[in-house]
T-cell receptor, first 114, second 115 residues
Framework: NAGVTQTPKFRILKIGQSMTLQCAQD?????MYWYRQDPGMGLKLIYY???????DKGEVPNGYNVSRSTTEDFPLRLELAAPSQTSVYFC?????????????FGQGTRLTVV | AQTVTQSQPEMSVQEAETVTLSCTYD???????LFWYKQPPSRQMILVIR??????QNATENRFSVNFQKAAKSFSLKISDSQLGDAAMYFC????????????FGTGTLLAVQP
């Protein structure tokens, strides 16, 4: 009964490094989302996917890439990390609109770029 | 585009008292969902309560209830009999009715509960 699992929980990157934030869900949800949460701000949508092989940009996609090769996994790739990408990242998933399920969130990844 | 506004960055309440957190939103959609999420220091996003826009009846979950005013685009959260465990950041969120079904969040209200 894992739900949405994010790894790692914490990470420190140097400017210019790259990394992948992992997100996996075991609820067979079609919809998956990546959000970032900056201090004093709400969550902002980076990318989303409505099913395997389908991804699209959200509100703040610059500096990130995603892929969705399976229903379960939705990794977020940071290329050439910048201090502006210091944030807490949340992955979320939910079923189809017809199923009308709630969004389930992972526990977040705190990323610091120095 | 839809927006969600929480005008109270911080609130404080005495234990066992009642507090109301405010939220307003803007949308041109007629059918949508509204949510309140709780984020304790553990960072976990916990769903507190949800409201379907087509339902006139205000949602209630134990000590948590909402005052949903569709015409005014207002969605406040009332916490009754506040407990120390209610201390957290509270986010109001709007779920779009388009194909993305994405959540749009307000900036949050940090609730402190005084013993």
């Amino acid at each position: 009964n894992a739900g949405v699992t994010q790894t790692p929980k914490f990470r420190i990157l140097k400017i210019g490094q790259s990394m992948t934030l992992q997100c996996a869900q075991d609820m067979n949800h079609n919809y998956m989302y990546w959000y970032r949460q900056d201090p004093g701000m709400g969550l902002k949508l980076i990318y989303y996917s409505v099913g395997a092989g389908i991804t699209d940009k959200g509100e703040v996609p610059n500096g990130y890439n995603v892929s969705r090769s399976t229903t379960e996994d939705f990794p977020l790739r940071l290329e050439l990390a910048a201090p502006s990408q210091t944030s807490v990242y949340f992955c979320a998933s939910r079923g189809t609109p017809e199923a009308n399920t709630e969004a389930f969130f992972g526990q977040g990844t705190r990323l610091t770029v120095v | 585009a839809q927006t969600v506004t929480q005008s109270q960055p911080e609130m404080s309440v005495q234990e066992a008292e009642t507090v109301t957190l405010s939220c307003t939103y803007d949308t041109s959609e007629s059918d949508y969902y509204l949510f309140w999420y709780k984020q304790p220091p553990s960072r976990q996003m916990i769903l507190v309560i949800r409201q379907e826009a087509y339902k006139q009846q205000n949602a209630t979950e134990n000590r948590f209830s909402v005052n949903f005013q569709k015409a005014a685009k207002s969605f406040s959260l009332k916490i009754s009999d506040s407990q120390l465990g209610d201390a957290a950041m509270y986010f109001c969120a709007y779920r779009t009715g388009d194909a993305t079904n994405k959540l749009i969040f307000g900036t949050g209200t940090l609730l402190a509960v005084q013993p």
